[in-house]
């Protein structure tokens, strides 16, 4: 048995998926417990971390012990002690960042989304097939706790034939004018990649098709609730893209269900996201963390509205979260990002199989992609897988 190093050069080190997941959550813990085993050897990350800002990134480098770091990309991807490029920074440099590193013969895996169309998708991983390099697409929210546990719920048959399905995700996110804005100037441009449907509904797209099968089609309308926003420097500017969605999915089962996103509306559930299933044999409701569930046989006979005989009754009360109870496996917590690197890392160096290949992002900008032309179509769009 060997320890080998793998160098990893990590464009965008200093933003905070890169810092507080990839870094903090993943890479920092495998290279602390000594490395991550594949076969007979052990296999450390060797970081380098790129970016443009010299002191943000020494900073990053001294908080974690990482002895290199540079802001020269061309020079990095040059470097052939590290064959892995890794990017977490702006969207809309992505792709171009990504047929460099190919170029340069490296190995990728990327945040999302993996290309602004498909079709762009599709030649960057033509391209890195041709080379045979291995490629990913970091596909996390799959492996959140309560996310795990749907799941689990889903292996074991819990639900019987599933007949439809929610996912409801958001918050308010000021406009600057009111309030200073929780999210980047970006998120709401088009020049910049920005949007809705590319921002989450790539998410979306792994963790329901993770979980319950294909998508056949999907019918959506997206719309712009906020038209008017002040950036990072004090400058107004009119939103070109969507901050609000609904989407309709059919499924390859037969289930149907609903995807309800939103930058635009105030929480009042479990979670910021929460997504339920229902089925012949009972539902189940998750957030992030946690998961609840209702069996067929605990279901309540509920024969409709209760609204009273008059004002004396109208305080009448049913907490039908009661008849739900919390599901846990006790399965045990792993930081979702890790998850990526510990099959992206046996990909590269042993050439194990890893599900979250380039394919798979392309099929996450897909559903991003069919639920814009949807809304622009007013109609139904097909969902069959790319080829």
Excluded at 127 to 153: C, I, M, Q, T
Aim: glycine share 10%; with cysteine; aromatic share 10%.
């Amino acid at each position: 048995m060997a320890t080998k190093q793998l160098g990893i050069i990590l464009n965008g080190a200093t933003g905070r998926i890169c810092r507080t997941q990839h870094i903090r959550g993943s890479l920092a813990p495998i290279i602390a417990e000594g490395g991550l085993k594949v076969g007979e050897d052990t296999i450390v990350p060797r970081l380098l971390l790129a970016g443009r800002n010299e002191d943000r990134l020494a900073e990053v480098a001294k908080e974690f012990g990482i002895e290199n770091w540079t802001t020269d990309l061309d020079a990095a991807l040059a470097d052939p002690d590290y064959p892995v490029f890794f990017d977490a920074a702006a969207t809309h440099l992505r792709l171009d960042l990504l047929h460099r590193a190919v170029d340069a013969g490296k190995h990728i895996y990327t945040e999302k989304p993996i290309a602004p169309s498909v079709e762009d998708g599709l030649a960057l991983m033509r391209r890195a097939d041709e080379k045979g390099l291995k490629h990913g697409a970091v596909e996390d929210k799959l492996f959140l706790p309560g996310f795990r546990k749907l799941a689990k719920l889903m292996d074991d048959g819990f639900f019987g034939r599933v007949v439809s399905f929610k996912l409801q995700f958001g918050w308010w996110v000021f406009d600057g004018i009111e309030a200073e804005s929780q999210r980047p100037s970006w998120n709401y441009k088009k020049s910049g990649g920005g949007g809705l449907l590319s921002d989450m509904h790539p998410h979306w797209r792994y963790v329901i098709e993770g979980i319950l099968g294909p998508i056949t089609q999907v019918a959506c309308a997206a719309w712009t609730a906020q038209p008017e926003r002040i950036d990072e420097d004090g400058n107004r500017y009119n939103v070109d893209v969507e901050d609000a969605t609904t989407t309709i999915l059919d499924m390859d089962s037969g289930a149907r269900g609903t995807i309800v996103s939103s930058w635009a509306t105030r929480v009042r559930a479990d979670d910021l996201v929460t997504f339920q299933i229902d089925g012949t044999g009972g539902s189940a409701v998750a957030g992030l963390r946690r998961c609840h569930v209702q069996s067929a046989a605990d279901t309540p006979r509920i024969e409709g509205f209760n609204m009273g005989a008059g004002p004396e009754t109208m305080d009448f009360r049913v907490d039908y979260d009661d008849h739900w109870t919390e599901f846990d496996d006790s399965l045990a917590y792993k930081n979702p990002y890790r998850f990526g690197w510990e099959g992206f890392i046996p990909h590269v160096v042993a050439d194990a199989p890893f599900a979250h290949t380039l394919a798979a992002g392309i099929r996450d900008v897909q559903l991003a992609e069919a639920c814009l032309r949807a809304s622009d179509s007013r109609s139904w769009v097909d969902m069959a897988p790319v080829t």
